[in-house]
């Protein structure tokens, strides 16, 4: 299904002048017809009426649209084209406008329940339903998915959408709610993309695919994953003609059930990398300390001593509480 912009129809205000003016002549006739006694006054009589019930029907076909709306129309179950940009329309009155999800309710803009409003600044705002399609840019904030990441950790995520109909036709006639099927496509996106990747750095994963581990994770490269996940939503929504403008992580934690075991596991890792800066350091102290003594001739230290003195530099240097030193007021030796 393609997409038919209808033109040549936004002469609404003309339509109208031209049925009011049909209906105040058909009261005129009406009036003639009543004041004759003749068959002639019972036939201009009834022709004003159907004139009159014509001109009503005709009314219908006056359509106003706002800037960023849509009307998509049918005749008698024909797709007869849609209505774009703001303005004043008239088409045929029998023709029906058609917007499968209007009533769909999402976690996303643009939503509203059936006969309630929206609240703006704590007022209520009330907004009338309508089959007319919205252009707009709106967002979708899907609710969290749980998902095993590729080490089999589970994982919450969630995502939030930034998307726009391009191509009306295709959204109300190749699917059967385009709301629902984008909600549906951007979880199965993120589960596609989310399994590939490990929560933080691992080894020997490979995440892009060239069959080389790298330095790929979900904490670490969320630009990436979700730049990821924008084309993967893409490419299944084209066929119900929206556009993803933009995919970004909302939330990413471990899953409850491991939270803690993992925040144990990174405490530790935190506290081995702490400990190697610490004792390189303190090597490197130690070396120092021995050569300057050397230098400086200050003192000769065998080697059973110079062992001692490592020892105890090393002790005051790596460890967690202040030294407490025993002073040696005797010989060396």
Not at 133 to 148: E, P, W
Not at 193 to 214: L, Q, S
Request: include cysteine; aromatic fraction near 6%.
């Amino acid at each position: 299904m393609e997409e038919k912009i209808l033109t040549g129809k936004k002469h609404g205000m003309l339509a109208l002048f031209i049925l009011f003016a049909i209906m105040f002549g058909s009261f005129a006739l009406f009036i003639c017809g009543v004041s004759l006694d003749d068959g002639l006054g019972v036939f201009l009589a009834i022709l004003a009426m159907i004139v009159f019930i014509g001109d009503m029907i005709a009314f219908a076909g006056l359509k106003i649209l706002r800037p960023q709306e849509a009307l998509v129309l049918t005749l008698f179950g024909k797709y007869t084209g849609t209505l774009k940009g703001p303005g004043y329309f008239y088409v045929n009155p029998f023709s029906s406008a058609i917007n499968p999800a209007r009533n769909t309710q999402l976690s996303q803009s643009g939503d509203v329940k059936n006969g309630d409003g929206i609240q703006i600044s704590g007022q209520s705002v009330k907004i009338s339903n309508t089959n007319k399609l919205s252009l707009k840019v709106m967002t979708l904030n899907n609710a969290r998915q749980k998902i095993n990441d590729v080490l089999g950790n589970p994982v919450e995520i969630g995502i939030a959408v930034t998307w726009r109909i391009v191509d009306t036709a295709k959204a109300v006639f190749n699917v059967d709610n385009y709301k629902e099927f984008l909600s549906l496509m951007c979880d199965t996106a993120l589960r596609d993309i989310v399994r590939i990747y490990p929560y933080d750095v691992a080894e020997n994963i490979d995440t892009t695919g060239d069959g080389k581990a790298d330095d790929g994770s979900l904490r670490g490269s969320s630009t990436v994953v979700a730049e990821r996940i924008k084309n993967k939503i893409q490419e299944s929504v084209d066929e119900a003609g929206i556009e993803i403008i933009d995919a970004r992580i909302t939330y990413l934690a471990y899953a409850p059930e491991i939270a803690a075991a993992m925040l144990q596991r990174q405490q530790a890792s935190a506290i081995i990398d702490a400990r190697k800066i610490i004792v390189d350091g303190a090597v490197g102290m130690v070396e120092m300390a021995l050569n300057k003594l050397k230098e400086e001739s200050i003192i000769e230290l065998d080697d059973e001593r110079k062992a001692a003195m490592v020892s105890n530099l090393l002790v005051v240097l790596c460890g967690n509480k202040d030294a407490q030193p025993i002073v040696n007021s005797g010989s060396l030796y």
